[in-house]
């Protein structure tokens, strides 16, 4: 399965000059946040490809207006061809106007979507905005990640974090990092594949998307 992960950072060769050749293949689209609907709508238009996403800080504007034919993944444990998709959205709130949670808010949130994954049999893809704390996140409180996520990778240990929120632009920063619990911390922002062997996923443990699973 290949997996195209978008986020932060819009290319024209998704949209303006849509590249079809660049998309052969390619099964899912997930976006780790911080883009207009408007860009997602026209991505999935143009691919035909199934788009999975969560919110990022600045998209309080998906309150109003949420990308229409995605797949909402912010508190959600969804299915997709065998694999267990797990989404959390947002950032540490470092102001009233960005959707943002402070680190015990993240904390509740983890725990109980973490009961929901294990009670699903694991997760595959843990879908974020923000960083894992300490794993390409940065100093400043708008950049910081959530410590909380820590446990849930060492309790549900998936294959693969997949969050956006740091900029590549930024100082240092590394595309794929390796988390102790064996996870793949993979920074989607702009975009990054992610290929999985088919030979590896179970498909028929569920089959399409699952509805969402209420906090």
Request: aromatic residues 8%.
């Amino acid at each position: 399965m290949r997996i195209l992960a978008i986020s932060d950072v819009e290319e024209e060769w998704l949209t303006v000059y849509y590249d079809a050749e660049r998309m052969r293949g390619v099964d899912l689209i997930i976006s780790c946040g911080d883009l207009p609907a408007s860009y997602l709508e026209h991505i999935v238009t143009l691919s035909n490809v199934p788009l999975a996403y969560v919110p990022g800080n600045h998209d309080t504007a998906y309150r109003q207006h949420a990308p229409e034919g995605c797949v909402p993944l912010d508190g959600a444990v969804r299915s997709f061809r065998g694999l267990n998709i797990m989404g959390i959205g947002g950032s540490v709130r470092y102001n009233e106007r960005v959707y943002g949670f402070t680190e015990q808010e993240m904390r509740w949130r983890a725990m109980s979507m973490g009961a929901v994954g294990a009670s699903m049999g694991g997760v595959d893809i843990l879908v974020t905005h923000a960083p894992v704390a300490g794993y390409g996140d940065m100093e400043d409180l708008p950049h910081r990640g959530f410590a909380a996520f820590e446990t849930l990778l060492n309790h549900l240990k998936p294959r693969y974090l997949v969050h956006g929120h740091i900029h590549m632009s930024y100082a240092r920063v590394k595309r794929v990092r390796t988390h102790p619990s064996g996870t793949t911390l993979v920074n989607a922002c702009g975009h990054t594949w992610i290929d999985i062997p088919d030979e590896t996923i179970d498909p028929t443990r569920h089959r399409g998307f699952l509805r969402p699973s209420p906090l």
